[in-house]
Structure formats: structure tokens, C-alpha cells
């Protein structure tokens, strides 16, 4: 079991499975927007066959046809119906080792409970028998969105998330790092307070702390004394710089927004490609410095931004709905 390893997220990719929108009872208004900022993301990641293969995920046949219409070639389309689209939490994380490539499932409780919506429990383990490889199955429950990991056997995650009694009420953190290091090869874990304000995954670190290289952890800092996640970043670098970890700071787009209530936004959601980074933006007067701060961290890429405002209706961005493939 622990031969096996997750990758860094800057390791070479095969492929990566991205969600498409495809419940209009769930997106209302939002639902071609948020396909439209999907799509985006999705050609910035296949940049023109120079990056990795995309394959957008769609819950039915209508929505398939949608997303093929849209995308043309920069994608390929599966129908494997879901709840919802935020496959970085439910999608298999394909880890690799001596063997070869393996795809950990892991079981999912929509949150702690909180949106359960049909297909989100089993598209992990539909989609990991489609890879061909061995399926391994991690017993408890767990989201990709709640670790990040530089691929040394080094994670970080957040208390707030993995030790909530809404997922493994019977497991401390003995017992998770005993099945990370098990499950993801996990030998070394940092563990940071909270997550970000109002956010429904219970603090998932990748919208928080991402690891940039071996020993390299970004972490945003505040906006302005108004920044809600002020205290928050704040704790989580001096945390990480206990640790030993070289901090490196991202502009954070302090307070953002909808219907007059503070949503977790945060340009930490990138997606790190084989040739491109794409971050989400909102508006915020920080978001040109976010892009330009994340592009000096990667000079062999290029890094871009798009907008996420419809995506994020949803709860989440662009790292939230995908999940790499790494290369063998």
C-alpha cells in the first residue's frame, strides 16, 4: 500500500477530468456562464494540444452535447452522471509507484452532509474503473480538496476540515496520517488551523495553502484591514514557517461579495497544467497582481487568469472542479 505516492501537482500530466455544468435546477441563472468559464479554463489547459488532454465530465447526454459544442477539440466528453461538479473532492486521485499508476477512491459524504446529491458517492469509483489500472480503496472519508502535496511525501492540510467530527468522528490525527501515509504515501504532514471564511467544504486547504515545490508552500496575504481571512492567512504562514517551509506570499482578493455575503474567493484555486496555470479571478483590485506574483513562481508556464464569478456560485473554482491524471 504505501509504495504508492501522489505526485506533485506539477508533475507531467496524461490527462486531466474537469466537471461541466449540467444541472439547471442547480445553476439557474448561472448555468451558461459557468459553462462558458469552464470552457475557458478547460482550452487554457489543452493550449492548443501543447498542454494535457482534457476530458470534460457530464452528467447526461444533453449536457455532453452541449459540452462538445462548446469545446470542439480542445476536449474530449464522458457522460458519468454526478450531483455536482467538484471533481477535484469526488473524482479518484491517481497515485503513482514502482508498479505503475494506481487509482485511490475514497469515500464521500457530500461535505459532512451537507448537499447530497445523487452520483457524487459513486463517480470516484466509476471513473477510476475507466482508467484500467488498480483500484484501491481508501475506507474512510475524504476529499481531494483537503490535502496538497509537493510529492516529497509532504502534505498540508487543514484541522478544521480533517479532524471535523462531520467526516470520521472516531479518527484523530494519528489515525489520518496513518491513512494518508497509506493511502497517498504521505510520510510528513503540516497541519494549518481554518479555512477560509463561509466556505461549505469546512475549510479545504487548496483554497487556502497550495505547495508551489519541494518545500515550497503559497499562502495569500491580507488584502487590507478588511481582508475576512486576515487572521487566518496570517496563522496558516506562521504555521508553515514553523514547520520549516519556505512561505512564499499571493496577493489575496480580500472581501469579495454576492448578495451582500462574504464568499471564500481566492486566487489559491489555481490549476497548475503542463503548460499553462490558469487562476481564478473576481474582480478584485488584486487580481493582476495575483497572476503576475503566480507567474514568477513558474517561468516555465505560462499563467493566466479568467474570471470564476459564475463558477464560484457554486462554492468553489477552477482547482475544485478538476483532477489530474499524472504521466506514468
Not at 480533517?162 to 501515509?181: C, F, Q, S, T
Not at 479545504?204 to 487572521?231: K, Q, S, W
Not at 478584485?284 to 479568467?306: M, S, T, Y
Request: charged fraction near 25%.
Amino acid at each position: 500500500m504505501t509504495d504508492y505516492r501522489q505526485p506533485a501537482e506539477w508533475a507531467p500530466h496524461d490527462s486531466v477530468w474537469i466537471g461541466f455544468p449540467s444541472h439547471p435546477e442547480l445553476w439557474e441563472d448561472d448555468l451558461e456562464p459557468a459553462r462558458g468559464e469552464v470552457i475557458a479554463f478547460a482550452r487554457a489547459v489543452h493550449a492548443g494540444g501543447k498542454g494535457e488532454r482534457v476530458v470534460l465530465v457530464t452528467a447526461d447526454e444533453a449536457s455532453a452535447d452541449r459540452a462538445r459544442e462548446l469545446a470542439g477539440d480542445a476536449a474530449d466528453v464522458i457522460v458519468e452522471p454526478f450531483g455536482d461538479i467538484w471533481l477535484r473532492d469526488t473524482a479518484p486521485i491517481i497515485v503513482t509507484g514502482a508498479a505503475g499508476r494506481a487509482a485511490t477512491d475514497f469515500g464521500f459524504n457530500w461535505w459532512g452532509g451537507k448537499y447530497a446529491l445523487e452520483g457524487d458517492e459513486s463517480i470516484g469509483a466509476r471513473l477510476a474503473a475507466r482508467t484500467g489500472w488498480p483500484v484501491r480503496k481508501g475506507d474512510w472519508v475524504f476529499e481531494g480538496g483537503a490535502i496538497d502535496v509537493d510529492g516529497t511525501g509532504l502534505g498540508v492540510t487543514t484541522e478544521q476540515c480533517l479532524l471535523n467530527v462531520n467526516r470520521n468522528p472516531n479518527m484523530g490525527v494519528a489515525d489520518i496520517e496513518k491513512r494518508l501515509k497509506a493511502d497517498l504515501g504521505i510520510d510528513r504532514l503540516l497541519w494549518l488551523g481554518d479555512g477560509l471564511a463561509n466556505d461549505h467544504t469546512d475549510g479545504h486547504v487548496d483554497n487556502l495553502a497550495r505547495f508551489v515545490g519541494e518545500g515550497r508552500i503559497a499562502i495569500p496575504t491580507p488584502a487590507d484591514a478588511d481582508d475576512p481571512n486576515a487572521a487566518i492567512y496570517e496563522d496558516a504562514a506562521g504555521r508553515a514557517d514553523a514547520f520549516g517551509l519556505e512561505v512564499v506570499s499571493i496577493p489575496s482578493p480580500g472581501e469579495v461579495l454576492r448578495d451582500g455575503e462574504v464568499i471564500p474567493a481566492s486566487y489559491m484555486n489555481f490549476y497548475i497544467g503542463n503548460a499553462t496555470v490558469v487562476v481564478p479571478l473576481y474582480g478584485a483590485e488584486n487580481d493582476e497582481a495575483a497572476v503576475a506574483a503566480i507567474a514568477a513562481i513558474f517561468p516555465d508556464r505560462d499563467v493566466v487568469g479568467f474570471r470564476a464569478d459564475h463558477i464560484l456560485t457554486g462554492g468553489g473554482s477552477f482547482h475544485c472542479i478538476s483532477q489530474q491524471v499524472p504521466a506514468a
